[in-house]
């Protein structure tokens, strides 16, 4: 799986689905629902509010916070 993978998207298994939940939660932030960084972690999978974060930060290069406030 992880070579097919590899081979239609260019990019490794777990980057891929890294952009899949970043994908997600940025269009949880910009649907205009009021869904708080706690929120839009949890329904993109990840239990702890840091560890979103971080790949939030990794992946736009600015925190959560920092995105629902300057849109």
């Known amino acids: 799986l992880s070579r097919k993978v590899t081979a239609i998207t260019g990019v490794s298994l777990g980057k891929y ?3 899949v939940r970043m994908n ?9 629902k009021g ?5 839009v972690a ?3 999978g990840y239990e702890e ?9 990794q992946v736009f290069g600015i925190t959560p916070s920092q995105y629902l406030k300057h849109p």
Do not use: E, G
């Not at 997600?24 to 205009?32: G, H, I, P, T, Y």
């Not at 509010?49 to 930060?57: G, Q, V």
């Open 17 to 19: 689905i890294l952009q």
């Open 24 to 32: 997600k939660a940025q269009k949880l932030f910009d649907s205009n």
């Open 35 to 39: 869904y708080s960084v706690a929120d």
């Open 42 to 44: 949890h329904l993109c």
């Open 49 to 57: 509010n840091s560890n979103f974060t971080r790949a939030f930060k």
